[in-house]
């Protein structure tokens, strides 16, 4: 079956420009999460939706950064006024449940903002 | 804060050998721990993990080692083959109240194993 899947792969920006990224999850599965990966580190949680709500967005680091999943399946992540900062990977994952322990990554969206 | 972290960047194996990747934590919170793999230009695939009521998970040719008290777990990859070479992410959560299962990862380690 398919997996997660992210679009668009790559995505150059200039600095003020604003970018969605979205993710399509693999079918059925309630929740969704979005995670940040800079250079060299690890990913880090951004936010998390159960179906279509939006239950955790602690780890958004400014009000520049918006998710959305309006009908709890394909997810948007949009940056406003992009900034040099933002340029990472960002990646979509999907559980079955909100209890299940695995998650399944997407291929993730490189964004470079220059 | 970093609550996940693996010290070693790098770890270079020799084909056949045993390969062991290290990660300590700190939120006494985490009781799951999972690893997952990561190839270039790919996202993170899972691995294997392991609850904290148990010390040892085994999946083939990977184990996983969990030492609650020291809030340190392993991977062992034995033995190991090039195929393995990739960026290793040690990553944990909380279970329980209102948990979702958000994850902590640590900074990865990069493993190559030579032929």
């Known amino acids: 079956g398919a997996g997660v899947s992210q679009s668009p792969r790559y995505k150059v920006a200039k600095r003020g420009q604003d970018v969605a990224l979205r993710c399509d999850p693999i079918s059925g599965h309630v929740s969704l999460f979005w995670y940040q990966q800079a250079l060299g580190q690890g990913p880090e949680f951004l936010t998390y939706?159960?179906?279509?709500?939006?239950?955790?967005k602690s780890g958004l680091p400014s009000d520049r950064f918006f998710a959305e999943r309006p009908e709890g399946s394909v997810s948007t992540l949009k940056i406003q006024r992009t900034q040099q900062e933002d340029s990472a990977v960002y990646l979509c994952?999907?559980?079955?449940?909100?209890?299940?322990?695995?998650?399944?990554f997407g291929p993730g969206t490189r964004l470079t903002v220059t | 804060d970093q609550q996940v972290k693996q010290n070693s960047p790098s770890l270079s194996v020799q084909e056949g050998r045993i390969s062991i990747l290290n990660c300590d934590y700190t939120?006494?919170?985490?009781?799951?721990f999972l690893w997952y793999k990561k190839y270039p230009a790919e996202g993170p695939t899972f691995l294997i993990s392991?609850?904290?009521?148990?010390d040892k998970n085994e999946d083939g040719r990977f184990t996983v080692f969990l030492n609650k008290s020291a809030k340190h777990l392993s991977l062992h990859i034995v033995p190991s083959q090039p195929g393995d070479s990739a960026v290793y992410f040690c990553a944990a959560r909380p279970t329980g109240g209102t948990s979702y299962g958000k994850l902590t990862f640590g900074q990865g380690t990069i493993l190559t194993v030579h032929p």
């Open positions: 939120n006494s919170m985490f009781d799951y």
């Open positions: 939706f159960q179906n279509e709500a939006q239950l955790d």
């Open positions: 994952a999907s559980s079955q449940d909100r209890v299940s322990y695995e998650q399944y």
């Open positions: 392991i609850s904290s009521i148990k």
